[in-house]
């Protein structure tokens, strides 16, 4: 068995919740007992790490920096370990490395990996780390220490589903985040493979809009009733991916092969007004079926110009292209389309 010592140690005294135990390391010395994990997602969508990408020129700026003879790095790397490292009664602190490094780099990352690009040198870092039960408190910790942080948003969404003891504005989007994922990744759902998420950027759809989409109906719409049920995650994501495979079917030139910059069907005016005609559907007409969203968006075939022409609201004419994400232009055409079904019905 193969341990690291670290020595002297501090544990400051705070809350009941993870121990937190500060050193100092060498750079290279860190990397033998914590790796950093770059968020990503397996064959089957299941989710690993959660380190954003690296940011080159933020980390070519830091090397410059730490190949000063006068440089200092007062802020902390940041360490979580969910098994292999203990505290020991005369102040140590002991990681067991025989199986790789135990722990994670879950904040200082762009510094780290700027002070390994250097010679080797006695520079040293202060370490701050914490010691977790399992995999759930210790990412639950990460989303914590970071949002209040400028990490991209979009990442912390993805690692929300499943984690309890979350600022209130964060457990609301939960829900949608979980269905979003499922949309993106079972393989029966219309979405799957279209959403674009930091995990997989391939996707034209933004995951932050359909999120909202998401959240409204949740709130007030067709979604309400599957969260209160516990079907959310079933019966939820097929009335959702239903709706999309009967809008895709019936607005196929203005979605196949397009972007949000050349059709308004796949932008977020689009997305976030579509959701109500979803909610509109699903709830005034029962319409649960691919079938039978697609004959309730029959109505709107001919008065809708995703991707070319203008749009007649009645009170204004508007270009395709002049639909822009605001809340004013979302209200707009969503009160366009919701009254289209509802003089249709």
Known sequence: MTKVRFEPTISPRQGKGPRVICFSATPQEITKIARIE?????????????????????????SDYL???????????????????????????????????????????????????????????????FLCDDM????????????????????????????????HRLSDRAGAALLTERLNYDPDSSLRGQIN??????GIIKDTLLQRLLMNSLQQGALRGFESNGDLMSEGVELVSNFFGAVQHTFAKDWKDHTPKTSRLVHGVGLISLGYAMDELAIRN???SQRQFENGLKCLVGKTHWSSGEWNFGTEKRLWHALQNTKADYRLVSHFLVRLIRRAN
């Open 286 to 288: 029962k319409a649960k």
């Open 38 to 62: 770059r968020i990503g997602r397996d064959a089957k969508g299941r989710l690993n790490g959660f380190q954003r990408p690296q940011i080159a020129s933020h980390i070519r700026e830091i």
């Open 67 to 129: 190949g000063q003879d006068d440089a200092m790095l007062p802020n902390a790397i940041v360490l979580a370990f969910a098994k292999g490292a203990s505290a020991t009664r005369d102040g140590g602190f002991v990681v067991d490395t025989s199986g790789g490094p135990p722990g994670w780099v879950v904040d200082g990352q762009q510094r780290l990996c700027a002070a390994l690009s250097l010679p080797e040198r006695k520079f040293e870092f202060l370490v701050s780390s």
């Open 197 to 202: 998420q930091q995990t997989h950027p391939e």
């Open 136 to 167: 759930a408190e210790l990412n639950r910790q990460f989303i914590l220490v970071n949002n209040t942080r400028p990490i991209a948003k979009p990442l912390i969404y993805e690692l929300l589903p499943g984690l309890d003891g979350l600022p």
